[in-house]
């Protein structure tokens, strides 16, 4: 659509924005994507976030140690566990962020890893004679997961911080 010009040349229509008023806009923009930033990172790592995630995946490694028809019988808890993270991030995160593809290559990686580690424990113990080794391996790895978390949250606010370009 062409312009007349005569808006153009109407003192009271225009309104520069100035360099200052750039500046301050971008900074609002980076203080809200790391207030989104971190409210969403909160909410993940909340500790009854942390717990229903970890109990899913003991729940999910110890029933390797099950015989065979009750080790399918552990799908419908793992289900009920998994829909209830679902409706709980769907409904109860204050913050819905699109996850990016570099956390899902870290989040994949990592999810890799701790299966590589627990099935190396697991094949370790077992040779051990351990009576339940799966059951020990997810109780070893489970646990380093939770004490790893608070290192791996740490890491996380500081990459926020760095993206919405603040210097703390």
């Known amino acids: 659509m062409a312009s007349d010009g005569k808006r153009d040349r109407n003192p009271l229509d225009r309104q520069?924005?100035?360099p200052a008023d750039a500046r301050a806009a971008l900074e609002d923009i980076r203080r809200r994507q790391e207030q989104s930033g971190m409210a969403e990172l909160q909410f993940?790592?909340?500790r009854s976030s942390l717990l229903v995630a970890a109990l899913l995946l003991f729940v999910s490694f110890a029933s390797f140690d099950l015989p065979h028809p009750w080790g399918?019988?552990?799908l419908v808890p793992g289900l009920l566990l998994v829909a209830l993270m679902a409706v709980r991030h769907t409904y109860g995160a204050?913050?819905?962020g699109r996850m990016g593809a570099g956390a899902?290559?870290?989040g994949l990686a990592c999810g890799v890893a701790a299966f590589g580690v627990f099935r190396g424990l697991a094949a370790a113990l077992s040779s051990?004679?351990?009576p339940a080794p799966h059951l020990v391996a997810a109780v070893v790895v489970v646990g380093a997961c939770l004490l790893a978390a608070p290192r791996a949250r740490r890491a996380a606010e500081a990459r926020l911080r760095r993206r919405a370009g603040w210097r703390y």
């Open 94 to 96: 204050p913050v819905r």
């Open 128 to 130: 051990g004679g351990v």
């Open 44 to 46: 993940g790592m909340s």
């Open 104 to 106: 899902v290559l870290v």
């Open 16 to 18: 520069a924005v100035t």
């Open 72 to 74: 399918g019988a552990v």
